[in-house]
């Protein structure tokens, strides 16, 4: 496609829900970043991919966090047992430059834990 | 921990001023920065960057670096009330992770 796509645009959970958010980044892309906005606030990164490998994941706020990216492509992050805290905006983003020159992000997941 | 700091606002210009955001970071050993506007509901765009000292134009969009006092600043000429968004600065970290201010709101009034 012709940008990051995200799905699903809108998730609510109830409290206690396992959720999984998934991330197609631009085809041919082999960086891929999470990163969880709270409203009124910057994004906060959470994670970040090379192709397959998980070189960085200092940012999963709790073992409930987890992010995989099996085939180096498309990329899923699920949280566990899901808390009212985890309500956010989750944002992807590629890029094929390790990130030197900025990167675009997806539209996002906007998570409702209630 | 390092840090972007940014005044959240809200930023209010008449429209056709200059508008002027400004950023500063805490790690002096930082090279890359960033400006992303987010449009309420919207995804963060990258609309600049910038990695020497100086100024770097692009259209009606200054950036301004001073890495001797960690700050950068956006400059907006002839603002729109189409600029009006959240203006987010962001730093450049090993790995390519951003690490972002909370952004500055910007509303251009006709």
């Known amino acids: 496609g012709a940008g990051v796509s995200q799905s699903p645009r809108y998730k609510v959970a109830k409290r206690g829900q396992d959720v999984a958010l998934r991330c197609d980044p631009i085809s041919g892309h082999v960086s891929l970043f999470w990163y969880q906005q709270a409203l009124g606030q910057g994004p906060e990164f959470l994670t970040y991919f090379q192709n397959e490998a998980q070189l960085d994941k200092s940012g999963l706020p709790s073992d409930r966090f987890f992010a995989e990216r099996p085939e180096g492509s498309v990329s899923t992050l699920k949280i566990q047992r899901t808390q009212q805290e985890d309500s956010a905006v989750y944002l992807c983003a590629s890029t094929d430059l390790g990130g030197t020159y900025g990167y675009t992000f997806g539209s996002g997941t906007r998570l409702t834990v209630v | 921990q390092k840090e972007v700091e940014q005044n959240s606002g809200p930023l209010s210009v008449p429209e056709g001023a200059i508008a002027s955001l400004n950023c500063t970071y805490s790690?002096?050993?930082?090279?890359?920065f960033f400006w992303y506007r987010q449009y309420s509901g919207k995804s963060p765009e990258l609309i600049m960057f910038i990695y020497s000292n100086g100024d770097k134009e692009d259209g009606r969009f200054t950036a301004q670096l001073n890495k001797a006092s960690q700050y950068v600043s956006l400059l907006i000429r002839d603002s729109q009330p189409s600029d009006s968004a959240t203006y987010l600065c962001a730093v450049n970290e090993e790995g390519g992770k951003l690490i972002f201010g909370q952004g500055t709101e910007l509303s251009v009034k006709p």
């Open positions: 790690d002096r050993g930082s090279q890359s």
